[in-house]
């Protein structure tokens, strides 16, 4: 039995009350905890961008990925190594927006991500 599917989502979330907490030392953190959550939920990551208050994900899902289970492992695993690594009061607000992205418009959305930095110089972590 063949399958086929191209259901690609673009994920944002931010920090507790968008406070400009990430700062560049963190960036890996999110970035790992991220991949680390990917391959635990079957999530094939395309482009991401972690800035100082808020991150964007653009992923790829089967049909039976449980979305909220992806943001849950990569927003509490990074949570709790940067609060591990010094900065204790992190923490990330509730919930997340998610919207599918369609196979036509993939490109386009891997730029806008890509570009976040240059988009928002002022909330690039240092």
């Not at 990430?22 to 680390?36: L, N, Q, W």
């Not at 990917?38 to 395309?46: M, T």
Request: proline content about 2%.
């Amino acid at each position: 039995m063949h399958k086929a599917y191209g259901l690609y989502v673009h994920i944002t979330w931010h920090t507790w009350r968008r406070m400009r907490a990430i700062r560049g030392r963190d960036v890996i953190h999110v970035a790992e905890s991220i991949r680390e959550a990917a391959a635990r939920c079957g999530v094939h990551v395309h482009e991401r961008a972690v800035l100082t208050e808020h991150v964007h994900v653009l992923v790829s899902i089967r049909p039976d990925t449980a979305l909220s289970s992806f943001v849950r492992h990569a927003k509490s695993e990074s949570a709790r190594r940067i609060r591990r690594k010094g900065n204790g009061m992190f923490n990330w607000a509730r919930g997340y927006f998610a919207e599918f992205i369609s196979r036509t418009h993939l490109r386009a959305a891997c730029v806008y991500i890509a570009r976040q930095h240059r988009r928002h110089p002022d909330l690039v972590p240092t």
